[in-house]
C-alpha cells in the first residue's frame, strides 16, 4: 500500500500522514523533510542558492523513490503535483488524496505556522491572500487530478481511513 497526501501548503497534510500512519500501521514519509535529508540541504537554503527549478528537479528525483517504498504514506510538498509529470507518477504508483482546504483556513495556517516557506516568506497579509488565490487557481486543475478529494476546514483521519478501507 502507498498513499499520497497532496493539496497547498498548510492544508494539514503532514499533521494528517502522521496520524494516519500510526492508525493504518504505515511508514510516515514527509517528502520535504526526506528531500532536506537526501541532500543535506534546508528548502529555505536550496531556493535561496541554488533557485525554485534545482528545487523542483530535486523534488522529482526524491519523488521517484519514495514511489517505490511500499507500506508508506507520503505527505508530499504543496508544489510538488504541478510540475513535470509527477502527479502521474503518483496516480500510477499509489492511492492519492487532496485535502482541500478552505481559503480561509489555509490563509490562517500559514499565518500562524513556524516553519520557513520560501514561496510566501516576507509577504503581508494582503499579499499573502492575493498569492494563495492565484496559486491555488493555477494548482486546482493538477490537484483534482487525485483519485480521491476530501473538502473541509478541519478534515479528520477517520475519513480517510474509511476511504483506504472501501478501496480495498
Ligand atoms: C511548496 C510547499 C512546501 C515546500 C516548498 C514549496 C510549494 O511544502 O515543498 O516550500 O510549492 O507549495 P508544504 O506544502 O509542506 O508547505
Known sequence: MRIFLIGFMGCGKSTMGRSLATSLGLTFVDLDTYLEERF?????QIFAEEGE???RRKERKVLEE????????V??????PCFFDNMD???RSGFCIFLDVDIETLIYRLTHARIERPLIKGKSPDELREFIDGLMQKRRPFYEKAHYILTGKE???EQVI???????
Do not use: R
Not at 66 to 73: P, R
Not at 75 to 80: E, K, S, V
Open 75 to 80: 505527505a508530499t510538498g504543496g508544489g510538488a
Open 66 to 73: 519514495v514511489a517505490a517504498f511500499d507500506n508508506v504514506i
Open 155 to 157: 478534515i479528520l483521519a
Open 89 to 91: 507518477l503518483m496516480n
Open 40 to 44: 543535506f540541504k534546508t528548502i529555505p
Open 162 to 168: 474509511e476511504l483506504v478501507k472501501k478501496k480495498d
Open 53 to 55: 527549478d534545482a528545487f
